[in-house]
């Protein structure tokens, strides 16, 4: 049977005429499923999270300038699938956490669109929505006022830390177990964050469990890392990346390098003059905006872009 996916390409060996172009049908990897419709959510947890945030409040993905479309109030966390045309398919998977200050999440700044320029390399991303701190229709002037208050933000994070570090593991092993299902390589999982989502990913690979240890992590412009920073033996290489005007993670990216350094263990540090905090996939006219092609080059130095 032919199936054809949201992108046009045919799951078999057989050329299709589809509104009069021809496409040449490629197979997926054996075992794997047909693909999934875009952005499709699986949940974490199928039978629901460990721990138990307080305050729980209705979950809401909406628009706030300044920080684009935002996803609040996780509360049951998710993965969303976005899965390359088979052709292009690599077998490389990354897992995708946005940044957002744990009060929020940057969805697509940091998620989708990030999702979809892996996509492009030909791998297979999931984005994480991890769980968050509860948070009203004042989301914005709550993250400032504890970013410019380090104890107040450090105990609101105090009970979520465990539950966020959980989530970033448990998405390591649920598509690991998975990896036949979506056509990826069980040695070749990613874990990628973004400011917030750096701590996730950085907190996760400190949990030290070889079920969900990524085989290999990005960090950009991370926050919130904890001090001193003690990576495992076994810490998987490590791409850190942030502008040197980045206030908020310019100083923890350094740091985060230099440990893995100093730990004899793979840690590349990409520094920017300019920047700032929190660019993600969005163009600024600035030395940031060619991040995604010293990853791709780092990506392709690891074999990661290779079939």
Not at 263 to 269: E, F, N, P, V, Y
Not at 271 to 281: D, K
Request: net charge positive.
């Amino acid at each position: 049977m032919i199936h054809l996916s949201r992108r046009g390409f045919a799951l078999g060996s057989l050329a299709l005429t589809l509104g009069g172009c021809a496409r040449m049908a490629s197979s997926t990897a054996p075992g794997a499923a047909p693909p999934l419709p875009e952005g499709t959510s699986i949940p974490l947890w199928p039978e629901g999270p460990p721990g138990t945030i307080a305050g729980t409040r209705p979950e809401v993905t909406e628009e706030r300038p300044p920080f684009g479309t935002i996803t609040r109030n996780v509360s049951t966390p998710s993965l969303l699938v976005f899965q390359p045309p088979a052709a292009l398919a690599n077998g490389t998977a990354v897992i995708v956490a946005p940044g957002g200050g744990f009060h929020m999440l940057s969805i697509e700044n940091e998620g989708i669109a990030v999702a979809k320029w892996l996509n492009s390399l030909g791998v297979t991303a999931f984005v994480l929505r991890y769980r968050l701190i509860p948070t009203g229709e004042d989301v914005g002037m709550q993250l400032f006022r504890r970013i410019a208050q380090p104890a107040e933000m450090q105990a609101a994070l105090a009970p979520l830390r465990p539950l966020v570090t959980a989530d970033g593991q448990q998405a390591v092993r649920l598509v690991r177990r998975q990896a036949t299902r979506y056509g990826v390589r069980p040695d070749r999982i990613g874990l990628m964050g973004f400011s917030a989502g750096g701590a996730v990913t950085v907190w996760s690979i400190l949990a030290n469990e070889a079920a969900s240890r990524p085989d290999f992590a990005m960090a950009i412009y991370p926050g919130l890392l904890p001090d001193p920073l003690r990576p495992p033996a076994k810490a998987p290489p490590l791409f850190a990346l942030a502008a040197q005007d980045d206030a908020i993670a310019a100083k923890d990216t350094t740091r985060l390098a230099e440990a893995w350094r100093a730990a004899g263990l793979d840690g590349t540090l990409v520094p920017y003059p300019t920047g700032g905090h929190g660019f993600g996939m969005k163009p600024q006219g600035k030395p940031t905006d060619e991040w995604t092609a010293r990853l791709r080059s780092w990506l392709d130095s690891k074999g990661l872009l290779s079939k």
